[in-house]
């Protein structure tokens, strides 16, 4: 059966990479574990994507227009969720592709939503913190119609933090006329947002990581490292696995990197990256290039940058024998059947970064009740859903006799399409 036709896109336009990679797992899965087929088309497609435009003053006096995107894939389970990138590459089929992970994401970790995500086609770090902020509440009240409390709340992705979702959130409170604390996470501190939110995917990435070492007698103390992306997600999960023993060998970002075999000095790497914006000319560690961190010697990958970054043509080369996926995609399906071949585990994105989303899920919880939790709290109940997930998708993987993606897809879906059943279709 052919799903992956999208009735949304125009007949004779092709669709990405990353859409199609994203629907490659899907189908896969489908196809492999014996799914109930009924509600197949249904899952392959996202109920809604609405494209806006956006024109914003620049600080010049010119006027330039961005196109933003909110693709929302399913919502069986709850209200819709998922992040906003800002990048240069954001297209509708990426947040399509987004939004489809983001669905399996939160059913895997059984939290309450469906997936959405939100982009804007920009390069953030060129725009002043004025165009930001302009661009920001511009796309807010573009798809305002589409977000809200109890319909659709985006969060951070690359690309945006804790200050865009204040700007989100005052935007639509200003035009509701009331604070809705529930409609967007990853909100700062200081305006509802919650403790432990901003490090919440790296701390997810190190508590997946460490639980899976577990089930193969090792631990953090010791295991080499290499981090690629060193931003939210690669700065938090770095410092949190160097901070548990682990030697961390090389960090890399968009234009630089770092290497040191005796374990490179992530807090001082973190200043300086902040300070500088790149991590050229850090002192003490050698250059590498972000090809040599994906070939480099050591036992744990941790890819934390963007989509495709491990294709099949550095598969071959990796030395890892662990990856475990902090960022979206990182792993092409070619890629993935190179490394399977290999006899390399790979930690899936759906499960390893699901930190994030989980600890949304908190904040959000915590702003409709308006009764917020202390970090001991919030890190408990964050380690007790990664370590439940993993031991799920472990004894799938074990039962089924398949990768760790599979088994995660296969919950993941069963749920939603267990959720569709049971409600039916409307009308
Ligand atoms: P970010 O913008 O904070 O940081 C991205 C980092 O990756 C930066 O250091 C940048 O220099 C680097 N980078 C960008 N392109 C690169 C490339 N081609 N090669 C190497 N490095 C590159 O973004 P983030 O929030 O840390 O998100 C990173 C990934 O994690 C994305 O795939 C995102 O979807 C995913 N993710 C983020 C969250 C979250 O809570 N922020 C949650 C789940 C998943």
Redesign the pocket.
């Known amino acids: 059966m052919d799903t992956n036709t999208n009735l949304l896109k125009p007949q004779g336009e092709h669709h990405s990479n990353f859409w199609q990679n994203a629907h490659h797992y899907f189908d896969t899965v489908y196809t492999d574990m014996g799914l109930d087929a009924l509600w197949r088309p249904y899952l392959a497609n996202p109920k809604r994507v609405l494209t806006v435009s956006c024109p914003i003053k620049m600080d010049d006096g010119r006027i330039q227009v961005f196109t933003g995107y909110r693709a929302q894939h399913n919502n069986a389970r709850g209200p819709f969720k998922g992040?906003i990138?800002y990048d240069v590459t954001v297209d509708r089929d990426e947040v399509m592709a987004?939004a489809m992970l983001q669905t399996w994401k939160n059913a895997l970790v059984d939290l309450p939503f469906g997936g959405a995500k939100g982009g804007v086609v920009c390069d953030p770090r060129k725009l002043s913190l004025g165009e930001k902020e302009r661009l920001t509440r511009r796309y807010t009240s573009e798809i305002m119609p589409i977000i809200g409390p109890n319909q659709d709340i985006p969060?951070?992705?690359?690309?945006t933090?804790g200050q865009v979702m204040a700007w989100v959130l005052d935007t639509y409170s200003m035009m509701v006329g009331y604070q809705a604390l529930g409609v967007v996470t990853?909100k700062p501190v200081s305006v509802g947002g919650s403790v432990g939110r901003e490090e919440?995917?790296g701390r997810g990435v190190m508590n997946i990581l460490r639980k899976f070492l577990a089930t193969q007698n090792k631990q953090l103390e010791g295991t080499r490292i290499a981090v690629?992306?060193?931003?939210?997600?690669?700065s938090h999960a770095a410092r949190l696995l160097d901070q548990r023993g682990a030697t961390i060998v090389a960090i890399?970002?968009?234009?630089s990197g770092i290497f040191d075999e005796s374990g490179i000095d992530v807090e001082a790497a973190g200043k300086y990256?902040k300070e500088n914006g790149t991590l050229v000319d850090f002192p003490g560690a050698d250059a590498m290039s972000?090809e040599e961190l994906l070939t480099c010697d050591c036992d744990v990958l941790v890819p934390?940058?963007?989509?495709n970054?491990i294709d099949a043509a550095v598969a071959p080369h990796i030395q890892a024998r662990i990856v475990v996926e902090?960022?979206?995609?990182?792993t092409t399906p070619q890629a993935d059947a190179i490394l399977r071949e290999e006899g390399i585990t790979v930690l899936p994105?759906i499960l390893a970064?699901?930190g994030?989303?989980t600890v949304s899920y908190f904040e959000w919880v915590q702003g409709l009740d308006n009764y917020f939790w202390d970090l001991k709290r919030v890190q408990d109940e964050l380690q007790r859903v990664m370590e439940k997930s993993f031991d799920a998708v472990n004894a799938k993987a074990d039962e089924a006799d398949c990768d760790y993606r599979t088994a995660a897809y296969t919950i993941a879906i069963s749920r939603v399409a267990e959720a569709c059943k049971v409600k039916g279709l409307f009308p």
């Open positions: 992040g990138r987004l969060a951070p992705d690359a690309g933090d990853g919440a995917t690629q992306g060193f931003g939210n997600v690669g890399t970002e968009r234009a990256y972000n934390a940058a963007m989509e970054t902090a960022a979206n995609g990182p994105d970064n699901a994030g989303v």
